[in-house]
Structure formats: structure tokens, C-alpha cells
């Protein structure tokens, strides 16, 4: 027997508890072969409930993001035109680099299915587990400067929040300079990593990681407070392809019109998806922590702050924390 048989028998039964002893005489293997192979299935993404009168039911399956399948339904230009797609990686970061490095033109694409070693901003890692999140790395080939890196990562915010919104419906915001937040958590994070030669800009590679169907338990306990899906958020999973068929169109736009218009459309549709404008936070800063309102976005990519005294600074780089309630 192997995994697919036992799938085949929930699946003939869905929607409905099926006993171990009946799968055990069905499929003719003993009861501690049909728990081990339903262990295996968790860990591939499949979601049982368990009942110890009445069995197992099947109540997810994982969608996997099949590379031909994802390539039929895209329907932009050139992002995600090449498509690297793999079971599991360590972090998609290090093969976009090593295709940018061969040359891969501008919108290569890497997908993994899980990463054992994802990376976050601020040297953090970034829970990425088996089917259920969309981890992904895209090369970048944009004519400017290096000091124009960051307004791409917030473009990048922009285009997710933007297709996000639209396909969930959830009160999706972005806190500065890019993480994506939901009810105050974290459903969503940027990473751009580039390589400049002579202060222009040889690739970026943006690694974008949106955590869809996990569920509260793919979760250590210490992120709980602070990271959430959209599948938790919204009461039910969402589809993959459909989330990374609109966000690639919506980001292929937005960075069109950088190129030809540059960044002060973006910051405007950047600062209406804001959650931290107006709003009092303390901000830890490499020069030290700071409390402050953030007013507005700068073209550099900087948070234009309002301290205590009224006096205001620009921050470029620094860790914002939650809003200080001031009542
Ligand atoms: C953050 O800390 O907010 C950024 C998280 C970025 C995670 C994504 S998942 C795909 C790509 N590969 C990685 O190792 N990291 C990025």
C-alpha cells in the first residue's frame, strides 16, 4: 500500500470520518501502517482532523504549484516568463542569484514548494513550509542607480498589497518599508538582495514570501502574537496561482510605470496603502531608538518622521514597532 491508496479511500469518503480499522481492512496493512502514512501526508500538507471514535477525515489537500500549470495561466509580458520550479530548496534567494549570475534575463522566476532555510530581513529566517505559502525569488534588471534599490522594494509592497486586497478582500496595509499586515500581524514579507557594479545596479534579486494556507500550527509558538495567513485571517484557503498570476500582472505594471515615470506615482499609491503613517511608534534606528510619527514617504525611500519636539527626521534603515497607544 502506499500513500495514494490511503488518499483514494478518503477521497472516496469526503467530507466524512473513516475508521482506522476500516482503512486497515481495506487496504489489508495494520492500523500503525495507516498512522505512519497519515503522519507522512501532514507533513506533505495534508490536514486531517483525528477522532479517537471515529477515525480520520481528510480536510485539506495541498495545491501544489505545478510549473506547467502555473505557466498556462499567466498572463503577463515578461515576469514569470521563465519559470524554475522546484520541490524543495533552501532559500529560492541563493538559485536566483546563481541564474542572475548566468545571465537569466530580467523576470526570471524561482518557485519552491518549501524551503528548509528561508531567509527574512535583518538576518531573521522565514517560516516556509511544505504546499501551503507561495516562496518565491524574481530577477531584477532595472536601469538606475543603486540608491534607487529601496524605492523597488516598496513598489514591490505596493503590487502585493494592491493584488492581496483585491483577491481576498482583507484589510490588508503595508508597515514602512514593507512588511504586509492584516488585523496587525504579518502575512507577508520582502527581501530585495542586489549586486552593483561601478554604483549601477548589475541585478536585484527580489525574494518575496506570502504565507497563504498555513495554519496557526505551522507556526512556532513565539510568532503567534505577530505572524498570521491568509487562510486564518480570511476563514478559508486560497488558491496559489490565482494569488501569483495577479500579483506578477500588478507588479509588472507598477514597475513599467517606474521606469518610464519614476517613483512619485508609487509613493502616492504607497502612502495610501500606509498603516503607519499618523500614527506614534518607536523606531530602532542603528543610530538608536526613536519615538515618533511617521508623516510621509520621501523618493529616496525614507520615513519622514515627527519626533516629540516637532522637529522632523528622515529615517532610511530601521526596525518599526507596534503603534504606542497615546489616549
Ligand atoms: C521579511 O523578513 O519580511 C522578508 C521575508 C522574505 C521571505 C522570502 S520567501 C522567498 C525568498 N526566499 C527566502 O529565503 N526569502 C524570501
Known amino acids: 500500500m502506499n500513500s495514494e491508496t490511503l488518499l483514494e479511500v478518503f477521497r472516496q469518503n469526503r467530507d466524512q470520518y473513516v475508521s482506522g480499522a476500516l482503512m486497515s481492512q481495506k487496504l489489508n496493512v495494520s492500523r500503525t501502517a495507516i498512522w505512519k502514512h497519515i503522519k507522512k501526508l501532514e507533513a506533505a500538507g495534508y490536514e486531517f482532523e483525528a477522532s479517537t471514535k471515529l477515525g480520520y477525515r481528510l480536510l485539506v489537500e495541498p495545491d501544489p504549484i505545478i510549473g506547467e500549470q502555473l505557466r498556462d495561466r499567466l498572463t503577463t509580458v515578461r515576469f514569470g516568463k521563465q519559470l524554475v520550479c522546484f520541490e524543495e530548496v533552501k532559500s529560492t534567494q541563493d538559485l536566483a542569484r546563481t541564474l542572475a549570475e548566468e545571465g537569466a534575463p530580467e523576470g526570471t522566476l524561482v518557485i519552491a514548494e518549501k524551503q528548509t532555510g528561508g531567509r527574512g530581513r535583518m538576518g531573521r529566517g522565514w517560516v516556509s513550509p511544505q504546499g501551503k505559502g507561495i516562496w518565491m525569488s524574481m530577477i531584477m534588471r532595472p536601469e538606475v542607480p543603486i540608491h534607487c534599490a529601496p524605492q523597488l522594494t516598496l513598489l514591490t509592497a505596493v503590487a502585493l498589497c494592491r493584488s492581496l486586497k483585491r483577491i481576498t478582500s482583507l484589510p490588508i496595509g503595508i508597515k514602512w518599508p514593507n512588511d504586509l499586515l492584516v488585523n496587525g500581524k504579518k502575512i507577508s514579507g520582502i527581501l530585495l538582495e ?134
Do not use: C
Open 194 to 327: 542586489s549586486a552593483a557594479e561601478d554604483e549601477r545596479l548589475k541585478y536585484i534579486i527580489a525574494g518575496i514570501g506570502i504565507s497563504v494556507n498555513l495554519t496557526e500550527s505551522d507556526y512556532p509558538e513565539e510568532l503567534l502574537s505577530k505572524a498570521t495567513s491568509l487562510r486564518i485571517a480570511g476563514g478559508h484557503s486560497f488558491d496559489r496561482t490565482v494569488i501569483i498570476n495577479e500579483f506578477l500582472k500588478e507588479w509588472e505594471q507598477l514597475y513599467d510605470l517606474f521606469q518610464q515615470e519614476g517613483f512619485s506615482s508609487i509613493l502616492s499609491l504607497w502612502e495610501s496603502l500606509s498603516v503607519s503613517i499618523g500614527k506614534t511608534v518607536m523606531l530602532n534606528t542603528p543610530q538608536g531608538e526613536l519615538i515618533g510619527v511617521p508623516v510621509g514617504l520621501e523618493e529616496s525611500g525614507a520615513i519622514r518622521v515627527r519626533r516629540e519636539d516637532g522637529s522632523e527626521v528622515a529615517i532610511f534603515s530601521a526596525e518599526m514597532g507596534e503603534p504606542i497607544d497615546r489616549r
